[in-house]
């Protein structure tokens, strides 16, 4: 890991409510675009791809891809749950501190379906029914709920009974993100929120309300990530290093509420 990674481009599309987006491959491959064109560099650059997205088949990252080329580099499909974008970003970056590549493209997008998440694997094993057997044992009367929210909303549960808050910490998290979506003009919301109006939202759980809890939402972005010899060989003069540290923190990490 001689070299540093530095990050040379950047693009991301609006985000909107399921059945008021694009494609999936539409979204993907105008995030892409963008991004290389911040980059002020062309696609036959890149020399490796990480596309990460949950719902969809095998290969939907060479799908989304092909809109903007197909140059025969290899292309690696990430589903990682909340940390798939995380996970594409660390795995561009470890491929270019390692010398493997000298110009990675990390991207990811999301074409969801209304309502709240569910599996669409029930004929197996569920990845996380471990630990709907083990929340059961630790909370016998939960809630009937979908996955998701029991999960998060048991951690909140806990969160709140090990520290002794005020559930209202969690609407003061979904006021302060929601201050920070107003700012950004491809966030799905713009309108502000107040305490109240998330302490009074419907309740999905005990102490968790649907404001506290991230909507599904559809959109895609881009990051082209290279090492400090290709960019300065392209003159770029102004790149952003990637940390490694910070990378590592975002993807062990957890959000309970969010509404950006």
Request: hydrophobic share 40%; aromatic share 8%; proline share 7%.
């Amino acid at each position: 890991m001689g070299k540093k990674a530095k990050v040379i481009g950047v693009n991301m599309i609006p985000f909107t409510k399921p059945g008021m987006n694009e494609p999936y491959e539409v979204m993907a491959a105008k995030a892409v675009k963008g991004a290389l064109e911040d980059a002020g560099i062309d696609f036959s650059e890149i020399q490796q791809a990480y596309g990460s997205y949950i719902y969809g088949d095998s290969t939907c990252a060479q799908r989304a891809l092909y809109n903007v080329g197909m140059t025969g580099i290899p292309v690696i499909n990430i589903n990682n749950n909340c940390s798939s974008g995380s996970t594409a970003l660390y795995l561009a970056r470890q491929a270019v501190e390692s010398g493997a590549v000298e110009c990675a493209l990390a991207f990811g997008f999301e074409e969801m379906q209304p309502g709240a998440l569910k599996s669409h694997w029930d004929d197996r094993t569920p990845a996380t029914g471990w630990l709907q057997d083990r929340l059961k044992e630790l909370w016998p009367e939960v809630p009937e709920a979908p996955n998701a929210i029991r999960l998060f909303g048991s951690a909140g549960k806990e969160y709140l009974e090990k520290y002794g808050v005020n559930p209202d910490i969690f609407a003061r998290v979904a006021v302060k993100t929601r201050n920070h979506a107003i700012q950004n003009p491809y966030s799905l919301f713009s309108k502000p929120l107040s305490v109240d109006e998330v302490m009074s939202s419907p309740t999905l759980l005990p102490s968790l309300t649907r404001l506290m809890a991230c909507p599904p939402t559809c959109g895609a972005a881009a990051a082209i990530v290279c090492s400090e010899e290709f960019a300065n060989k392209h003159g770029i003069s102004n790149p952003v290093r990637l940390l490694h540290k910070r990378l590592q923190q975002i993807q062990t990490s957890v959000m309970i509420t969010s509404s950006i």
